[in-house]
């Protein structure tokens, strides 16, 4: 039989640790949502100054920047990986790893010298438990990330693009589409890619070309634009992995709720079974000991 107590003490332990995953998974849907408006935001702001890029190309100015060449031959690429600072957030970082390795693994492949930089704590661990090599390591990032310091990476990372130290920059992190749709994602931001055909033929709303007036010159304008469009599209990398996160994280604290509600209810019945049966037990020690007095 069941020991009664340890029954009611593990009972109790299973329900403080239902108290304490109920209060995170309420914690991070409250950082979710913070999080998601932020993305939500800035996806606006991202769209914009791209569809200002495309019209300026659907306008007939030869688009032409640092930041837009191909180039020939990609001797040397850089990696940035995103992963959290803390656990508890379900597949998330596994699943940005397994893409950053499999990237990893294809980019050695090619014979392409590689330089990997990692955001999170977590990613870092498990780099170093891989020993992988890690030339830039950032754990200051939690889940509003600042658009300065993202920006102050894009600085750096653009002027080695441009100085020819480095000829592909691959972003690995967690794409949010939906609440319920996140998806690991390596996503090549430099060369920033050129408008396509099909996105400078839709560039006016109209499907018109329209006409532009560029003061000072169109040179001026594209120079100003692209280097900005890069830093949003990195900082949206960035919101994009914060928002993943926190809903990793929700989910994840969600089930362990319920599965620590299921346990109590197992215990419960376990727990009142071995009470009926001890007092069942007692019962037949007393009229057993009546029929002995009895007799």
Known sequence: MANIRELDKRRKSVRNIR??????????????????????????????????????????????????A???????????????NRGLCGGYNGGVIRAALLRRKEV???????????????????MKFREVKIDEMYTHFEDQPAFE??????????EEFTSGRMDRLDVV?????SVSKQVPVVETLLPFAQP???????????????????????????????PASFRVKLFKCFLDAAVSEQI?????????????????KQLSMTFNRARQSKITQEI????????AMEN
């Not at 990997?116 to 704590?121: C, N, P, V």
């Not at 055909?197 to 499907?207: F, I, M, V």
């Open 19 to 68: 108290k304490i995953t109920r209060t995170m998974e309420l914690i991070a849907t409250a950082r979710f949502k913070k999080a998601m408006d932020r993305a939500a935001a800035a996806n606006d702001y991202t769209e914009r100054i791209t569809q200002i890029v495309r019209d300026l190309a659907s306008a007939g100015l030869e688009v032409s920047h640092p930041l837009l």
């Open 70 to 84: 191909e180039r020939a031959t990609v001797k040397s690429s850089t990696m940035l990986m995103l992963t959290s």
């Open 108 to 126: 050695s492949e090619s014979g392409i010298e590689l330089d990997f930089e990692i955001s999170g704590k977590r990613g870092i661990s498990a």
């Open 149 to 158: 310091e993202v920006a102050a990476i894009a600085d750096r990372l653009m």
């Open 173 to 177: 992190f967690t794409r949010f589409i």
């Open 196 to 226: 396509t055909a099909e996105e400078t033929a839709n560039a006016s709303p109209d499907g018109k070309n329209a006409d532009y007036e560029f003061l000072p010159s169109a040179e001026s304008i594209l120079e100003e634009v692209v």
């Open 248 to 264: 990793a994280r929700m989910v994840a604290m969600k089930s362990a709720t319920e599965n620590a509600g299921d346990i109590i």
């Open 284 to 291: 037949m020690e007393i009229i057993g000991g009546v029929e």
